[in-house]
């Protein structure tokens, strides 16, 4: 599959298949894309906590937070939850700082995923406290971001839209997920 369009197949999938299992060797892989990575002066400072038991799964589910902008809606119901989630973990003792890191290992995780057949959703919108206390985290690592992972049970559609157009992502009545993104001509200021 060519590159543009693992991407534009990874979408933030919020609805899964709860049934399916994400199994560790697929979690194992995906982390082999965040590790060939770039990292800031290759400090490499990212850890990272695995999930795919039902158990541990509920456990990180209940800290997170789904969907900011579609107020009405508390997140995936029952047997639309993820399979698997990667918590990605800063090692404070490797460095007090993880630049962008982070977000280059998880667009490499998520386009793992898609390359896999699955979906995930990148979280920033953590209780991190609580989640750490839930799981006995050591207390050198931060949670910088959880990646719910899964296979996808909900369509998620891009509309390039012009320049006045509302960005609020917003789901149809036949429960759509719609995400508007800018035109690439909006995006470049100055052209070759």
């Known amino acids: 599959m060519k590159l543009i369009t693992l991407i534009q197949n990874s979408r933030s999938y919020r609805r899964f298949d709860e049934d399916y299992r994400v199994d560790s060797e697929t979690l194992r892989e995906l ?16 850890k990272f906590w695995l999930s795919n038991t039902p158990e541990m799964n509920e456990t990180i589910f209940s800290t997170l937070s789904w969907a900011g902008d579609l107020k009405d809606w508390p997140g995936p119901a029952t047997g639309e939850r993820p399979g698997a989630y990667i918590l990605i ?13 982070h ?10 995923a898609v390359e896999a057949g699955l979906g995930g959703c990148i979280i920033g919108s953590v209780q991190r406290d609580v989640l750490v206390k839930a799981l ?32 609020t992502y917003y789901r149809d009545e036949q429960d759509v997920h719609h995400v508007p993104k800018r035109g690439l001509d909006e995006l470049i200021l100055h052209d070759v």
């Open 103 to 112: 977000g280059i290992a998880a667009q490499s995780i998520l386009l793992g």
């Open 31 to 46: 982390i082999r894309m965040a590790q060939y990575s770039p990292s800031g002066r290759n400090r490499q400072p990212l």
């Open 89 to 101: 973990l800063g090692d404070t003792a490797i460095s007090e700082s993880f630049g962008v890191d």
């Open 136 to 167: 006995a985290i050591p207390p050198r690592y931060q949670i910088l971001l959880a990646i719910a992972l899964g296979k996808p049970a909900e369509k998620v559609l891009v509309d390039i839209v012009d320049e006045e157009a509302n960005l």
